[in-house]
């Protein structure tokens, strides 16, 4: 009879969202891609998609070079400017919808943080 309870009480000791579906919370991180992202938010626990920004990174700065090196051989100067306006070269932030908590950044190139 006691195993019986004991297991009655650890599935009700079970947390699970408010939504009543699976959600990452933990390692959030490790699954930011340049798409918005359904999770919850570390601080304020809504669960939905997250909002994203594209800002300049790195990649953006690594491609530049790459374009000016090129563009003095190969290329016209001209298409020096296309890393800083397009999103496909840019990092992508996220962030919470509802309190606009910072969530992480997706890196195109280096680690994600």
């Not at 079970?14 to 390692?27: D, E, F, G, K, Y």
């Not at 570390?42 to 997250?50: F, M």
Request: a positive charge; hydrophobic letters at 40%.
């Amino acid at each position: 009879m006691n195993s019986r309870e004991s297991q009655a009480q650890q599935m009700l000791s079970i947390h699970r969202s408010a939504s009543h579906t699976p959600s990452m919370l933990v390692n959030a991180k490790k699954y930011l891609s340049d798409r918005p992202q359904l999770l919850d938010c570390p601080r304020c626990k809504h669960h939905g998609e997250t909002e994203i920004r594209f800002v300049v990174g790195f990649f953006t700065y690594v491609s530049f070079l790459v374009i000016l090196i090129c563009g003095v051989f190969v290329l016209p100067l001209f298409f020096v400017w296309v890393p800083f306006v397009l999103d496909a070269f840019k990092d992508v932030e996220h962030h919470c919808p509802q309190c606009k908590a910072w969530i992480g950044t997706y890196r195109r190139l280096g680690k994600s943080t």
